[in-house]
């Protein structure tokens, strides 16, 4: 019986102290800062997201090294929007067309990507999709073997 009751009592105490820490830490550090999005400036930029897109992995000698899906967000105007993203074929066509040609594979096995240069594919073929100024950044968001 006294065995649990002091148990129980260091827990208490435990708690206590863990609490009184909390409290104390709080006082010291101030309350916590509010959300980025509570402050955010409109900028009047949307990003447009392209879904994925599988690039070829070609060496500079011309061969094929294998194959990386994209992921890629288009930064526009807000109110151009939607009309990239109805025309987004448009650019997976030009992307495509593109990507054949440039050698996109580094590393020493030819397996890693140039996020650089297949950034300035995607910004390349935006033009002619979506015709010119419209695209202000493309953003890389993601790279996986396919």
């Known amino acids: ?30 309350p916590a800062p509010a959300a980025a999005s509570a402050h955010a400036v409109e900028t009047g930029k949307a990003f447009v997201p392209t879904g994925p897109v599988l690039a070829p992995l070609v060496l500079p000698d011309g061969r094929l ?6 992921e890629v967000q288009l930064e526009v105007d807000e109110d151009q929007a939607e009309q990239v993203a109805a025309r987004l074929p448009l650019l997976l066509h030009a992307i495509n067309l593109r990507t054949f040609r440039t050698p996109l594979a580094s590393g020493p096995d030819g397996m890693l990507p140039d996020i650089g240069l297949f950034r300035n594919v995607v910004m390349a ?7 010119p100024g419209i695209v202000h950044r493309a953003a890389i968001t993601q790279a996986n073997p396919a």
């Open 125 to 131: 073929a935006a033009p002619e999709a979506f015709g």
């Open 1 to 30: 019986m006294r065995r649990l009751l002091a148990i129980l009592l260091v827990l208490a105490a435990g708690a206590g102290v863990g609490s009184g820490a909390a409290f104390v830490t709080g006082l010291l550090l101030g």
């Open 65 to 70: 090294a294998g194959y990386y899906r994209f």
